[in-house]
């Protein structure tokens, strides 16, 4: 499976921003669907996850409220909607995919959010 991320960029305090992650390859394998983050000097992060099927999603309490992931299975893709943004949301966000049959993970390049005050 691979995945590749977009939609981040520069955006100010209480604003949004939609990141979006393309996948390909073995799709059909993936039961779990992810975000996650990184901030410097941190370690990564979950931030939200959505069940393949049954579209089931989980967030970190951070973010609970303030952001949404989706999935559009005609366009295997996965979307993060990111509103109130806030400072503390600055990191490399990163997708991801869980195939348990396989017992694999897949990780995207990664896309840079920066949230100025």
């Known amino acids: 499976v691979q995945l590749v991320e977009s939609g981040g960029g520069l955006v100010q305090t209480g604003g949004s921003l939609r990141l979006s992650c393309a996948a390909s390859?073995?799709?059909?394998?993936?039961?779990?669907w992810g975000w996650y983050r990184r901030a410097p000097v941190k370690q990564r992060e979950l931030v939200a996850t959505i069940i393949s099927g049954r579209g089931t999603t989980n967030y970190a309490d951070s973010v609970k409220g303030r952001f949404t992931i989706s999935r559009d299975n005609a366009k295997d893709t996965i979307y993060l909607q990111m509103n109130s943004l806030k400072p503390d949301d600055t990191a490399v966000y990163y997708c991801?995919?869980?195939?348990?049959?396989?017992?694999?993970?897949?990780w995207g390049q990664g896309t840079q959010v920066t949230v100025s005050s």
């Open positions: 390859g073995s799709t059909g394998s993936v039961n779990v």
């Open positions: 991801n995919a869980a195939s348990l049959g396989l017992g694999s993970l897949y």
